[in-house]
């Protein structure tokens, strides 16, 4: 199978795999593990004919596979699998992402699933000066973002790189929970937190039907801020527009220059 949109739905290259369509296979599958349709449909809560319809198309979104391959009691999980990927496997190494080396020229990635990622990666957040001096102080509690991974788990390291005219890694916190919600209630919820405008929280969610509220604990300055010259001479950094993952090399770094970093 390979992943079209949010869509899946199997490659017909041949004629002898035209008629085997996703639904197909679940039906395959549902019927190997000794189901019936009505005993699928109660588990998922919905009418036996949607499972029928389910087991009649030749495409299916990812939430529906997920849950109706759950209510067999098995998990989703997708991978990509690279060819002539020998060039990506430093990169992939250097950002701690987890993969599978068929050979020297394939790999193995999963790209859904709780396995994709190791549990905790620091994260970098590029932030202005002014609410940077916030985290560190108590004040600032809660980081704003149009997008970020919900996966993140409590308790995961959050450097803070200060943009110009700083330009420095100068901070850090620990990241509690992670909201994802309308920008409205984002707002009502998180605002005086987050020490922004109202104008300023319209503007940066303008568009937007999903915001996220980061909450970030224990923040504080570094001992030493790491300059950007200094973070790109020793580890090919580039600052974020947003927030990235730091590579394994920096946080060694870290803990070896500054004891004051773990928790």
């Not at 193995?108 to 916030?134: A, N, Q, T």
């Not at 209630?185 to 039907?209: H, L, S």
Request: glycine fraction near 6%; hydrophobic fraction near 35%.
């Amino acid at each position: 199978m390979k992943v079209v949109g949010r869509v899946f739905e199997p490659q017909t290259d041949s004629p002898e795999v035209a008629d085997h369509h996703i639904g197909h296979r679940l039906r395959e599958l549902r019927q190997l593990a000794g189901l019936t349709q009505a005993q699928v449909a109660e588990r998922l809560q919905i009418g036996q004919s949607s499972v029928t319809r389910m087991e009649g198309r030749r495409d299916l979104r990812i939430s529906t596979l997920r849950d109706y391959l759950g209510a067999m009691g098995a998990s989703l999980r997708i991978n990509a699998h690279f060819h002539n990927a020998a060039d990506m496997i430093n990169s992939l190494r250097e950002a701690d992402y987890r993969f599978e080396q068929i050979d020297e020229n394939q790999l193995l990635l999963p790209i859904v699933g709780e396995d994709r990622l190791p549990p905790h990666r620091d994260v970098v957040f590029s932030i202005k000066p002014k609410y940077s001096h916030k985290i560190t102080t108590g004040e600032k509690t809660i980081e704003l973002r149009r997008r970020f991974p919900m996966s993140v788990p409590v308790g995961t390291t959050a450097l803070i790189y200060e943009t110009s005219p700083t330009r420095a890694l100068a901070g850090i916190a620990e990241i509690g929970e992670v909201h994802r919600r309308d920008p409205q209630e984002i707002w009502k919820n998180f605002g005086e937190q987050a020490c922004i405008t109202r104008k300023e929280f319209d503007a940066y969610f303008a568009g937007v039907d999903r915001a996220y509220a980061i909450e970030l604990k224990h923040g504080r300055r570094l001992p030493r801020a790491l300059e950007l010259s200094e973070l790109r001479e020793r580890f090919s950094f580039e600052p974020p527009q947003s927030f990235l993952y730091a590579t394994p090399k920096l946080r060694e770094a870290l803990l070896y220059e500054f004891s004051q970093v773990p928790y």
